[in-house]
């Protein structure tokens, strides 16, 4: 589903290989991050990566990032992202944290439409450096 988007396909191969491999087992042996799968019957229709993050400010809050949240073309529009992030942001809360923040792409309007219905506010500007 990373590649199966107009921003992934660029960024992202369409067959797994041995770095994708590596980067699964980083993040599953970190108990910080947790990769969420929806399914339907055995069918994979959704993923995000959840990364808890301690902090110092707001006196020693932990927040949530959500990352690399995806939909499968085919069940875009049914509802299947809002109980994702509904799920998440749930997560999140029992959790202890603070707020749940993520990232989009300037140019997924529709993304931004999306995570503005879910109450999130477009506070930061956020930077990115590629290296």
């Known amino acids: 589903m990373l590649a199966d988007d107009v921003l992934g396909k660029s960024r992202d191969a369409g067959t797994v290989d041995e770095r994708y491999e590596q980067a699964?087992?980083?993040?599953?042996?970190?108990?910080?991050?947790?990769?969420?799968?929806?399914?339907?019957?055995?069918q994979v229709i959704a993923c995000m990566q959840l990364t808890f993050?301690?902090?110092?400010?707001?006196?020693?809050?932990?927040?949530?990032?959500?990352?690399?949240?995806?939909?499968?073309?085919?069940?875009?529009?049914?509802g299947v992202g809002w109980q994702l992030m509904?799920?998440?942001i749930e997560r999140a809360r029992a959790r202890g944290c603070v707020m749940v923040q993520l990232t989009s792409a300037k140019t997924r309007v529709d993304a931004?439409?999306?995570?503005?219905?879910?109450?999130?506010?477009?506070?930061h500007e956020g930077m990115k450096l590629a290296l």
């Not at 087992?25 to 019957?41: F, K």
């Open 24 to 42: 699964f087992a980083s993040i599953d042996a970190d108990p910080r991050n947790h990769l969420i799968v929806g399914d339907d019957g055995g």
């Open 112 to 123: 931004h439409r999306f995570y503005l219905r879910l109450g999130f506010v477009a506070s």
């Open 53 to 78: 993050i301690p902090g110092l400010g707001r006196h020693g809050a932990e927040r949530c990032l959500v990352e690399a949240v995806r939909v499968h073309s085919d069940r875009r529009g049914t």
């Open 86 to 88: 509904a799920w998440a």
